[in-house]
């Protein structure tokens, strides 16, 4: 578990194919190895990867057949900036929110554009995606716990702050560029408790009218 606050930014030292999968190795940048064990967990660009080996400046990670095609881990080079996040613990403040590291799939930036200090982005989710981003509601860009700030349709905007462009590989995102999108969990989970059987009227479970009762829709 993650909370999108990034951590540092690392770069892809090495990649290494292996058939279907990818093992690659990341330099770490400033993040701390200290604590990090074998077997241990780091968002890499959003991707939740089991450290297999370890050094001082960097770690390698598998990255199955699977997440290679929800992620853009397919057309990643060495040398590639990513951002980085060790998993969190019982004492670890919740900054952003509750990220899994379980890419859903992703999204393309379709206009940047300077608003002030700040910079904004809008990007395109799939549709199988979209309904589950709201207008500030939370979702994780790369690993990056963010706020949406306006929905139209499948595209959604985001106001990027000059302190989390500093810690993050967001500024070198361009129109056309493709990102790892990580939706809310709560999201998911409703949406699966009104498809379960509980969900009907009689039983008391979730339903629509409990959900506009309790603030969660209007």
């Not at 990341?26 to 990090?36: E, S, Y």
């Not at 992703?106 to 989710?125: D, I, M, N, S």
Request: aromatic share 4%; glycine share 10%.
């Amino acid at each position: 578990m993650f909370t999108g606050i990034i951590e540092s930014v690392g770069h892809i030292r090495a990649i290494e194919r292996r058939g279907d999968d990818i093992r690659l190795t990341v330099a770490v940048g400033k993040l701390d190895m200290t604590d990090v064990k074998l077997g241990d967990s780091i968002a890499t660009n959003g991707v939740c990867l089991t450290v297999v080996a370890q050094s001082v400046d960097s770690y390698t990670a598998d990255v199955s057949a699977e997440t290679v095609t929800l992620t853009g881990f397919d057309t990643y080079q060495v040398g590639r900036a990513v951002n980085l996040e060790k998993a969190v613990t019982p004492s670890t403040r919740l900054g952003g929110h509750l990220v899994s590291g379980h890419i859903d799939g992703q999204a393309r930036v379709v206009e940047v554009h300077p608003r002030g200090k700040a910079t904004e982005y809008w990007l395109e989710a799939p549709a199988e995606l979209s309904r589950y981003i709201a207008h500030k509601g939370s979702i994780a860009i790369d690993g990056v716990s963010l706020t949406v700030n306006e929905v139209q349709g499948h595209r959604f905007r985001l106001t990027i702050v000059p302190h989390t462009s500093g810690e993050t590989t967001l500024p070198l995102l361009n129109a056309g560029d493709c990102v790892n999108l990580e939706v809310d969990q709560i999201a998911r989970y409703l949406e699966r408790l009104m498809q379960a059987p509980t969900a009907a009227p009689s039983s008391g479970g979730v339903t629509m009218e409990l959900l506009a009762k309790s603030g969660f829709i209007r």
